[in-house]
């Protein structure tokens, strides 16, 4: 099993459509997680860190389920600018030089 | 935010020279930059971790003779491609995460990417 896995897409939604991306991980020691998005030949840009409790910024909402091992990213109210790749993003447990793990990215394309 | 720099941010060469990418982080202190390479339509993929003060740990794969990293200081790690070849050219990309106040790992620290570094060798 990888150590993070995410459904690479295209996910093609309309402008308005609510799109939802999720991410396993295998380490359930792991520490934080977070979103990044990445726009092509572009560097990684950070969307926003996710908290056990569930956390919301404007249209986008994460969450962090830790029995099942999954985060997840939803957007509300999709709009064209919102097309990119979107990687997850887990840090390892506390302690030594130990490698942050990206997933594959999922590939989000809005459609006029 | 914090701010990593990454330079050149494009590189043309002629093949059998050698590149050097410099990845600076300007208002933190970093122990640990990555380095990562994307080809087209790909996703990152790691290369090397980079250890202030300690030799680079590579992922499999990747050459470390042909991938020269060097950190010799808190704020500064270089990726050196040696001999370039027209199959090294990708978007290479570093990152690095802030060090704690006593020098250890912060609470869920962040990773700050640079710029990227896109190199094509002909």
């Known amino acids: 099993r990888k150590e993070v896995e995410q459904d690479p897409g295209p996910f093609n939604v309309p402008e308005g459509a609510t799109v939802a991306f999720n991410c396993t991980y295998s380490n359930s020691a792991s520490q934080s997680f977070f979103w990044y998005r990445q726009d092509c030949r572009k560097e990684p840009k950070l969307l926003m860190s996710v908290y056990s409790s569930g956390n919301e910024d404007g249209r986008f909402t994460a969450q962090l389920n830790r029995a099942s091992q999954y985060i997840s990213l939803l957007i509300r109210d999709s709009k064209l600018s919102d097309s990119a790749t979107y990687l997850c993003v887990v840090n390892p447990p506390s302690g030594g030089y130990q490698k942050v793990t990206f997933g594959t990215g999922t590939k989000l394309q809005v459609i006029p | 935010g914090a701010v990593v720099s990454q330079h050149p941010s494009r590189v043309i060469c002629k093949s059998g020279t050698s590149v050097k990418i410099e990845c600076r982080s300007l208002?933190?202190?970093?122990?640990?930059m990555f380095w990562y390479r994307q080809f087209p339509k790909q996703s990152l993929m790691l290369m090397a971790t980079s250890n202030e003060g300690s030799k680079a740990t590579y992922e499999q794969g990747v050459e470390k003779d042909k991938f020269l990293i060097n950190h010799a200081s808190l704020t500064l790690s270089t990726l050196t491609v040696t001999s370039a070849h027209p199959e090294d050219s990708s978007f290479y990309i570093c990152s690095a995460r802030e060090m704690g106040p006593t020098g250890g790992r912060l609470p869920n620290e962040k990773l700050f990417f640079g710029s990227g570094t896109q190199l094509s060798v002909l």
């Open positions: 208002d933190f202190q970093a122990t640990t």
